[in-house]
Protein backbone atom coordinates (compact mmCIF):
# COMPACT_ATOMS: atom_id res chain seq x y z
CA UNK A 1 0.00 0.00 0.00
CA UNK A 2 1.83 3.46 -1.30
CA UNK A 3 2.36 5.87 1.50
CA UNK A 4 0.20 9.18 0.81
CA UNK A 5 2.77 11.20 2.84
CA UNK A 6 5.09 10.59 0.40
CA UNK A 7 3.24 10.69 -2.49
CA UNK A 8 2.19 14.58 -1.04
CA UNK A 9 5.86 15.56 -0.58
CA UNK A 10 6.66 13.93 -4.36
CA UNK A 11 3.67 16.38 -5.69
CA UNK A 12 5.42 19.63 -3.96
CA UNK A 13 8.97 18.92 -5.08
CA UNK A 14 7.49 18.27 -8.49
CA UNK A 15 5.01 21.94 -8.37
CA UNK A 16 8.36 23.73 -6.99
CA UNK A 17 10.43 22.38 -9.64
CA UNK A 18 8.04 23.34 -12.21
CA UNK A 19 7.29 26.62 -11.16
CA UNK A 20 11.06 27.50 -9.86
CA UNK A 21 9.33 27.95 -6.49
CA UNK A 22 12.58 26.52 -4.86
CA UNK A 23 13.91 28.56 -1.28
CA UNK A 24 16.90 30.43 -1.42
CA UNK A 25 18.50 28.13 1.52
CA UNK A 26 18.28 25.19 -0.69
CA UNK A 27 19.29 26.74 -3.59
CA UNK A 28 22.22 28.04 -1.29
CA UNK A 29 22.55 24.22 -0.25
CA UNK A 30 23.00 23.39 -3.78
CA UNK A 31 25.57 25.76 -4.46
CA UNK A 32 27.60 25.04 -1.72
CA UNK A 33 27.48 20.86 -2.37
CA UNK A 34 28.67 22.39 -6.12
CA UNK A 35 31.24 24.58 -4.83
CA UNK A 36 32.53 21.64 -2.33
CA UNK A 37 32.75 19.30 -5.09
CA UNK A 38 34.21 21.34 -7.46
CA UNK A 39 37.16 22.12 -4.97
CA UNK A 40 37.71 18.35 -4.64
CA UNK A 41 37.99 18.06 -8.29
CA UNK A 42 40.54 20.95 -9.37
CA UNK A 43 42.11 19.80 -6.13
CA UNK A 44 42.45 16.25 -7.63
CA UNK A 45 43.39 17.56 -11.17
CA UNK A 46 46.08 19.69 -9.51
CA UNK A 47 47.46 16.87 -7.87
CA UNK A 48 47.40 14.68 -11.13
CA UNK A 49 49.31 17.34 -13.12
CA UNK A 50 52.07 17.98 -10.32
CA UNK A 51 52.89 14.36 -10.36
CA UNK A 52 52.75 13.92 -14.06
CA UNK A 53 55.06 16.64 -14.14
CA UNK A 54 57.49 15.04 -11.51
CA UNK A 55 57.12 11.74 -13.50
CA UNK A 56 58.79 13.74 -16.70
CA UNK A 57 54.90 13.43 -18.54
CA UNK A 58 55.15 16.86 -19.22
CA UNK A 59 52.59 17.30 -21.73
CA UNK A 60 49.86 15.48 -20.08
CA UNK A 61 50.76 17.72 -17.06
CA UNK A 62 50.22 20.74 -19.18
CA UNK A 63 47.24 19.44 -20.28
CA UNK A 64 45.94 19.02 -16.61
CA UNK A 65 46.97 21.82 -15.74
CA UNK A 66 44.85 23.65 -18.06
CA UNK A 67 42.01 22.05 -17.62
CA UNK A 68 42.35 22.73 -14.30
CA UNK A 69 42.49 26.50 -14.92
CA UNK A 70 39.79 25.74 -16.68
CA UNK A 71 37.63 24.78 -14.00
CA UNK A 72 39.31 27.64 -11.82
CA UNK A 73 37.99 30.16 -14.10
CA UNK A 74 34.19 28.79 -13.87
CA UNK A 75 34.06 28.78 -10.49
CA UNK A 76 35.34 32.41 -9.99
CA UNK A 77 32.76 32.97 -12.68
CA UNK A 78 30.29 31.39 -11.01
CA UNK A 79 31.00 32.85 -7.54
CA UNK A 80 31.07 36.20 -9.37
CA UNK A 81 27.72 35.92 -11.04
CA UNK A 82 25.14 38.17 -9.84
CA UNK A 83 22.32 36.67 -8.00
CA UNK A 84 18.95 35.54 -9.77
CA UNK A 85 15.58 36.38 -8.63
Known amino acids: ?15 AASTNEVSNSAKNFGLGCFTLGMLLFIG ?15 FGSVITFVVTAVFIFILIKLSTAPKLP
Open 1 to 15: MADLHYREKLKKIEK
Open 44 to 58: FLLFLAISLFINDII
